[in-house]
């Protein structure tokens, strides 16, 4: 769909572009093999360029990502013909202090029994490679 | 994010929903384990309510699915909330007499060789499962 070259200048505009869209599809490995993809809301990235996600523990992502932590994290913004790819790693994070700091109250729209929810965990989520599309061209960085 | 019920009647509205998005992020698992993904243009359903795609037969994409069928589609249309997680499996397609009856011209945008281009082909994904959340709720459809 579009003509790949390679550049390793383009981590900024990619967070860039991510943070204006923040739902991205996460997609994930099922013991089958099959590929199932959920929306998910994406906090700020840290200095360290890893993305975080709230989620109940007891969940099938969660299991997926436990057993087998390649993710793929897809960002869409029809309107303006953007579109993110970022391939990672996944962990499952339940350090209460992670949790207390990543918290925020809109955040209760999804989750309404707040941050001291006993079932409440948080993702992780390592890039490895990113590929912006911001048509008519795409741009692979890797990370 | 969501509640998920399962429900045999959401098919109708899935295809719905995704004709009104048509381009998807389509991801494939890489031979390291990787999950990769780009957005992709999608053509109408067929009456088996299997999706098509036009791609250059030489590309990465094209070299995952042959060696691992397993696809998502992820369909993200933010400003309406909608979201749709398509599992299935992809096949190849070179067969001239596919190529010629799905072929329009807008498609030279991304194809500007044409129906002709020898490195024309199709990727038709047959759906195993769907999902979709037009918020606040997610029906689960068994393609």
Known sequence: MAHDHRSHEGADKLYDLIDDIRICMMTTVEEDGRLASRPMYGLEADQAGDLWFFTQ??????????????????????????????????????DKGYIQDKWSEPLRTWFPEGKDDPQLALIRVHPERGEFWDSPSSTVVHL
């Open 57 to 94: 523990v007891e969940s099938s992502k969660t299991t997926e990502i436990s057993r087998e932590g390649h993710v793929n994290l897809a960002y869409s913004h029809p309107s303006k013909q953007h579109y993110i790819s970022l391939s990672g790693r996944a962990e499952i994070v339940r």
